[in-house]
């Protein structure tokens, strides 16, 4: 397995004095990587790098600068025996290939690009970069090249490729470039060991050990870095001589490391002592993705610093073997940053203090060397003021907690009254929170000029959206809504991608966690109409992760129960489409009324948006726009609509003769209709191959029978009406009894048992249990459908990368089956307990209330 080859640069053509060659050698968020020199005559620019060891190159990866970057990079290897020259004008390298940087207009010169390239192994002791000429751009006059890491992959000279010969795949995260630049360094450290417990859980079958342990390196890398941009903070203060705030940094660093490992039990996860039982058990922590405490401010690390009177010891991260094993390695502490000394420690005060610490003390010496009550007082006040004026400076630079103006303080009068408080009472229990906020600054940071503040309020949210009990009681439900609706309103309209992200995933919290069985149907339309029309208007936006993530959450939001009763998502998509609405939001309105009428099938109601005429006015309006994917998309819907009614988008289309399919449009269309009526013809035929009595049996199920289904059912039908006598039939599937006659038994099986549905596509009825299979193999539409690997469930191609987003797309746990309408695990055997018992039946089952009529 490929992993990381450690290196060191040995030469450089040039480089930028504060920007030296020597930066490429380590990977960290507070790395400064090289830059050639100002207004460098020298072309091209080379660097070489010599292995710490000979080895099998697999992949190299490079990351490149904002805005100093060259056009293109040439790689070159060269493995030198020993005892041989190791200058470079003695050494022979061949050349590997080069490497494309795109100019990086596109981001406005704010994002870096990484490179990786994958190469045949070959054995190599020195690397060469050859770089081109640098892309024109404003922010480069001096015309520099510059790099900010490189990344050498591939195996000890003794280890083998694999079969084929291709490049192998990295051994851990850690070894990525894009983990170890971002991902402060204490955390990569923990991350490797709990990678290697990893791989022994799965070797050693401790399942539910190794899921916790995928967990919490998921975890780690998002605190990780979130520490690092602390670590770059802090070197920027230092830079600046401001070591009130590197001071507060460093502490807040601290604090926020000690908080995260013991929020996740990381210590337990290790097991340096040994195995641990309860790892293998299911955890409060781990039912679920694990929540990150949230990060202490400055203004917290002051104070906490201030107010705690205990003198404790430096945190030890936990790749170090603590002296005492019985001692935890991660219990909450503070450093001893602006606190005066205790009564029986010494102080450094020079010529006070002993030379020789075997002496005894006396009580005249312990006397001088105590803090007098006024020095310690002005001590205190003196770092109150240092942290107070640095608190100053970062909200100037920050805006975290900057006045309100007026008009925002209309708009959140409401959220300022549910959750000034209440914010601060929930992550009470957390001691990096305290109640020295303001009642204001809670919601300011919603208003915040800092993306990271914004970023923090909206995890914040989140939290209590899904932990809705500790604030039960003392506010109403419908006011939490209302007022987590007029932030999220907010948040959905940023412009940075992080912001809109979390403001996504809290939409979703609020709409899947928080509404269920809580809120009134008004407020849930009120939310509604408030969000919608921004997440429609994000739906078409130019960004593939911008509109690809509304459309994942407008359709988290029309999954909602409350939702979906009153209508409120799929009436706003089936609009009919202009053709001046741009192409982009017409795609995604269409591509995601698709997917309601593949998840929510076809209605008979007139108000739910998805009935037969709606969605053949839209789609009849998307066949005629100009772009080609809104038409595709179109022409599936029509098809899927034909399947029920062909009459109504016969009516709706031009006739079907000649001169109409001359326009290529139409008869690509009116194909796909021929071969639909071929199928349909041909189902209709079949029964009348058949004996008199499946022919009979057949005509009461109509067209949309499966044929195995039909035989499933016919012995008990056949009993029913057995020498003209009615008799008792019963359900082979519910167990649901008739007393009547088989035709009442037919109407159960084709409209109410609820272990049965009807296929979206092809409408033939069969068993819930079956319909991943029938759609990969059996329907009508297979050759559109794949299985998801993650969570064996069956998944429309083109929203293929839409499911991956969604949460129910998860492994699926051994001796269980995932359930396509509700999406819950289920075991295998329990099919029928999931759909008929009362406590436990399917929620997203639409026959569950009518199963045993």
Avoid at 45 to 56: C, D, N, V, Y
Avoid at 100 to 129: C, F, I, T, W
Avoid at 573 to 595: K, N, Y
Avoid at 674 to 679: E, H, N, T
Wanted: hydrophobic share 35%; glycine share 4%.
């Amino acid at each position: 397995m490929a992993k990381k080859i450690p290196f060191s640069v040995i030469f450089a053509t040039d480089e930028d004095s504060a920007f030296p060659a020597s930066e490429l050698n380590g990977h960290g968020p507070t790395v400064l990587g090289w830059r050639s020199s100002a207004n460098s005559k020298i072309q091209p620019q080379e660097l070489i790098l010599k292995f710490h060891r000979p080895a099998k190159v697999c992949r190299i990866q490079v990351l490149g600068h904002q805005f100093m970057i060259p056009e293109r990079i040439e790689l070159w290897l060269h493995n030198a025996p020993k005892d041989s020259p190791t200058t470079p004008s003695s050494q022979n390298f061949d050349y590997l290939g080069f490497i494309v940087l795109s100019d990086n207009s596109a981001s406005q010169y704010k994002s870096r690009e990484l490179q990786s390239v994958s190469v045949a192994p070959r054995m190599g002791s020195h690397l060469k970069l050859r770089m081109g000429t640098p892309y024109a751009n404003d922010l480069n006059d001096a015309r520099q090249v510059a790099l900010i890491g490189i990344n050498v992959l591939g195996m000890d000279s003794g280890e083998d490729a694999g079969p084929s010969g291709a490049p192998e795949s990295i051994t851990s995260i850690c070894d990525c470039l894009s983990f170890s630049m971002y991902v402060e360094e204490t955390i990569c450290e923990v991350v490797k060991e709990l990678e290697a417990k990893k791989s022994r859980a799965v070797v050693e079958e401790r399942f539910e050990y190794a899921r916790k342990l995928k967990l919490c390196m998921g975890a780690l890398r998002s605190a990780g870095e979130r520490l690092g941009r602390y670590a770059l903070a802090k070197r920027q203060a230092v830079a600046q001589e401001d070591f009130s705030t590197a001071r507060l940094r460093k502490e807040q660093i601290e604090l926020y490391r000690n908080s995260v490992f013991s929020q996740l039990e990381v210590c337990k996860l290790l097991e340096k002592s040994g195995p641990v039982t309860e790892n293998d058990l299911v955890s409060p922590v781990y039912i679920s993705k694990p929540v990150l405490p949230s990060p202490p401010s400055l203004q917290e690390v002051a104070h906490l610093l201030l107010n705690d009177p205990k003198e404790q010891h430096s945190p030890k991260p936990p790749s170090q073997k603590s002296e005492k094993q019985d001692e935890p390695y991660f219990s909450p502490q503070l450093s001893k940053i602006g606190r005066s000394p205790s009564r029986n420690s010494p102080t450094n005060t020079g010529s006070l203090r002993r030379r020789n610490k075997s002496a005894p003390r006396n009580s005249y010496e312990d006397y001088e060397e105590r803090t007098l009550p006024t020095l310690r007082t002005s001590q205190t006040n003196e770092f109150l003021r240092e942290c107070q004026s640095t608190l100053e400076v970062e909200a100037n630079s920050r805006g975290r907690f900057k006045v309100m103006n007026d008009r925002e303080r209309r708009q959140a009068a409401l959220p300022l009254l549910v959750f000034g408080t209440e914010l601060v009472s929930v992550f009470s229990k957390n001691p990096l929170k305290n109640a020295h906020e303001s009642k204001s600054s809670q919601v300011e940071m919603f208003y915040s000029k800092q993306f990271q503040d914004r970023e923090e309020g909206l995890v914040r949210l989140r939290n209590i959206l899904k932990n809705p009990t500790v604030i039960e009681g003392s506010i109403g439900p419908n006011k939490v809504a209302r007022s987590s609706t007029l932030l999220l309103y907010r948040a959905v309209r940023d412009a940075v991608f992080s912001v809109f992200s979390q403001a996504a995933e809290t939409v979703r919290a609020l709409f899947v966690d928080f509404i269920p069985q809580r809120i009134s149907a008004n407020e849930v339309s009120r939310c509604v109409d408030r969000l919608l029309p921004e997440l429609l208007a994000k739906s078409g936006d130019p960004s593939p992760r911008i509109h690809t993530l509304a459309q994942h959450t407008i359709l988290s939001i029309a999954s909602c129960t409350e939702v979906r009763q009153q209508n409120l998502v799929a009436p706003a998509l089936s609009r009919p489409v202009g053709s001046g609405t741009h192409p982009r939001l017409a795609l995604s309105r269409i591509q995601m009324l698709e997917q309601l009428v593949l998840s929510q099938g076809i209605s008979t109601d007139k108000q739910s948006g998805l009935t037969c005429r709606s969605l053949t006015e839209c789609g009849c309006s998307g066949i005629h726009h100009p772009s080609e994917p809104v038409r595709k998309v179109a022409e599936r819907v029509l098809l899927q609509v034909y399947r029920i009614n062909p009459r109504l988008i016969r009516k709706q289309l031009p006739p079907d003769d000649d001169i109409t399919r001359r326009n290529l449009l139409y008869r690509q269309l009116f194909t796909e209709f021929d071969k639909i009526d071929k199928a349909r013809r041909s189902e209709m035929l079949e029964p009348m191959r058949d004996d008199q009595v499946d022919e009979e049996e057949g005509a009461a199920f109509g067209d949309a029978w499966d044929v195995e289904e039909l035989k499933v059912s016919l012995p008990s039908m056949a009993n029913g009406e057995k020498n003209g006598c009615k008799q008792t039939v019963q359900c082979s599937f519910c167990d649901w009894v008739c007393e009547k006659d088989s035709g009442q038994l037919d109407k159960h099986y084709w409209k109410s048992c609820p272990l049965l549905m009807k296929c979206p596509q092809c409408q033939c009825v069969l068993e819930v249990s079956a319909y991943s299979h029938h759609l990969t193999n059996e329907c009508e539409a297979k050759e559109s459908y794949v299985i998801c690997k993650r969570c064996s469930e069956a998944v429309h191609m083109e929203l293929f990368q839409l499911h991956l987003l969604e949460e129910y797309c998860r492994e699926v746990p051994p001796s269980s089956v995932r359930c396509p309408l509700c999406h819950e695990n289920i075991p295998e055997n329990g099919w029928k307990e999931h759909f008929l018992d009362q406590a436990l039946f399917c929620r997203g089952n639409s026959r569950r209330h009518g199963g045993k009529k």
